[in-house]
């Protein structure tokens, strides 16, 4: 069964940092692209970063470009973002997805696994 387990979130004050992490198990995940959405109270889920199954072209949001950074490491079946600069509209819930493809997508629904996710709370 394919398992994707989200740690690293918890609260923060503005201008902070937070580097998540997503160990994926069950199967070998070095060819698929993976990627990060989250979702804040009320609103709709939304992309945030996704990588490529190469590491190369990672694909950020506008609104985290330059501030947060996606890395994977395929030995380790791992994925991660380091959010650096965080802000309170950072706050939300980020969940680890999986996309049985080698190319990244921005809608969720192309995903076929996710994670439970892991809150990210920044005061200000």
């Known amino acids: 069964q394919v398992q994707l387990v989200e740690s690293g979130g918890g609260l923060v004050q503005a201008g902070g940092s937070l580097r998540l992490s997503c160990a994926a198990s069950?199967?070998?995940?070095?060819?698929?692209?993976m990627g990060w959405f989250r979702q804040a109270p009320g609103k709709q889920r939304e992309f945030v970063a996704g990588?490529?199954?190469?590491?190369?072209?990672?694909s950020y949001a506008d609104s985290v470009q330059g501030r947060f950074t996606v890395s994977r490491d395929n030995a380790k079946n791992t994925l991660y973002l380091q959010m650096n600069s965080l802000k309170p509209e950072d706050t939300a819930v980020y969940y680890c997805?999986?996309?049985?493809?080698?190319?990244?997508?921005?809608?969720?629904?192309?995903?076929?696994?996710w994670g439970q996710g892991t809150q990210v709370t920044v005061s200000s």
């Open positions: 990588i490529s199954w190469s590491g190369s072209r990672p």
């Open positions: 997805a999986v996309r049985r493809s080698y190319v990244v997508t921005r809608l969720d629904a192309d995903y076929d696994y």
């Open positions: 069950g199967r070998t995940f070095n060819t698929y692209a």
